[in-house]
């Protein structure tokens, strides 16, 4: 996945922070792709962390499911 939840978190927040600092004023050009990067970004690592917390899920009720076609005492 590339980099710890905290620090995922600790952009993402960073990142939100900017946003709401920026959305009275009129952002520059430049300032503007800064903010549609830093979104699109952060936007990209929560899709990343919600599929990698998908195949855990998946991975998660596969051995339960496995456990429950085991003869008792295995």
């Known amino acids: 996945m590339g980099g710890s939840v905290a ?3 600790a952009c993402w927040t960073q990142a939100q922070k ?3 600092s920026n959305r009275a004023a009129t952002l520059s ?3 503007h792709r800064q903010t549609v990067r ?4 952060s936007v ?14 998946r ?3 596969g051995l339960a499911e496995s456990k429950r076609s085991l003869p008792p005492g295995l």
């Open 29 to 31: 050009g430049n300032s």
């Open 18 to 20: 900017g946003l709401g």
């Open 44 to 57: 990209h690592q929560a899709a990343k962390m919600a599929a990698a917390l998908l195949k855990v899920a």
């Open 7 to 9: 620090e995922w978190l």
């Open 38 to 41: 830093t979104h699109h970004a």
């Open 59 to 61: 991975a998660t009720a």
